[in-house]
C-alpha cells in the first residue's frame, strides 16, 4: 500500500514538472534566431551583455530590452543605448512584435527591407540611416505610430500608404526625402500627426487635404 502512494506521488511530481515546463516555454525558435542575428549585426555589444550570437532564451532570460508574452517576444525597446551596426536580415520572423524602438543610435546603413511585419510603433528616429524607406513599410497594415526623422533618408518616398489605415502618427523630419508626397498619403484619414519639415519636397500639398492632421 505504501508503495502505491509513493507512486502516486511520483507521478503527480512528473505531471507537475510538465506542466510547469510548458507554461515556461522556451522562447520561439525563429525570435530567438532572429535576436541571435540582430545581435550579430549589432556587432556583439557590451550595452546588451545577456544577448547571445547564437541559441540563448531571450523571454526567460529577460534580455535587455525585450518583453514577452508567453514564448514570443512582442517589443524591442533599445533606444539611446549607444549601439553600432546594422539590424540583421531577419526581423521579419518577429511576427508578434508589436512594438520596435531602436531609435537614437549609431547605426548608420540603409533600413533593412526585413521588418517586424505587425508592428503598431515603428522608432527608426536618429540612428544615422541613409538610402531610401523600405517598401516593406507599406504592408505594415497594424502601424500606427511611424518616426523616422533625424536620418539621413533621401529620395522619393515609395512607400504606398494604402494599408496603413490605422496610421496616427507619422515624422519624417530633418531628412532629405525630396520629390513628390505620395498620392496615397490622402488615404490617411485617420492621421492626426504629421511632421514633414527639413526635407527637400516639392510639388504641392493637394495630397493632404482629406487629412485631418496637424502636418508641420
Known amino acids: 500500500m505504501r508503495k ?10 512528473a505531471l507537475l514538472i510538465c506542466i510547469l515546463s510548458s507554461t515556461n516555454a522556451d ?3 525563429n525570435d530567438d534566431s532572429s535576436l541571435n ?3 550579430t549585426g549589432l556587432n556583439l555589444p557590451q550595452q546588451l551583455n545577456q544577448w547571445k550570437q547564437s541559441g540563448g532564451d531571450p523571454c526567460s532570460e529577460q534580455w535587455t530590452g525585450i518583453t514577452c ?3 514570443r517576444v512582442t517589443e524591442i525597446k533599445l533606444s539611446n543605448e549607444g549601439l553600432p551596426g546594422n539590424m540583421g536580415y531577419a526581423l521579419d520572423k ?6 520596435f524602438d531602436i531609435s537614437n543610435n549609431n547605426l548608420g546603413n540603409p533600413i533593412p527591407f526585413q521588418l517586424p511585419p505587425n508592428v503598431s510603433t515603428l522608432n527608426l528616429a536618429g540612428c544615422n540611416f541613409n538610402g531610401a524607406l523600405p517598401y516593406s513599410i507599406s504592408q505594415m497594415s497594424s502601424l500606427k505610430f511611424l518616426n523616422v526623422s533625424h536620418n539621413l533618408i533621401q529620395g522619393q ?9 490605422a496610421l496616427s502618427t507619422l515624422d519624417f523630419s530633418y531628412n532629405t526625402m525630396s520629390d513628390n508626397l505620395p498620392q496615397s498619403f490622402q488615404l490617411l484619414t485617420g492621421i492626426k500627426d504629421m511632421y514633414l519639415q527639413n526635407n527637400q ?12 492632421s496637424s502636418t508641420r
Request: some cysteine.
Open 4 to 13: 502505491v502512494k509513493e507512486m502516486k506521488v511520483l507521478a503527480m511530481v
Open 201 to 212: 519636397f516639392t510639388g504641392t500639398l493637394d495630397v493632404l487635404a482629406s487629412c485631418e
Open 37 to 39: 542575428a540582430l545581435y
Open 94 to 99: 518577429l511576427t508578434s512584435v508589436t512594438t
Open 69 to 71: 508574452s508567453g514564448s
Open 157 to 165: 518616398v515609395t512607400v504606398q500608404f494604402n494599408s496603413l489605415t
Open 27 to 29: 522562447t520561439d525558435p
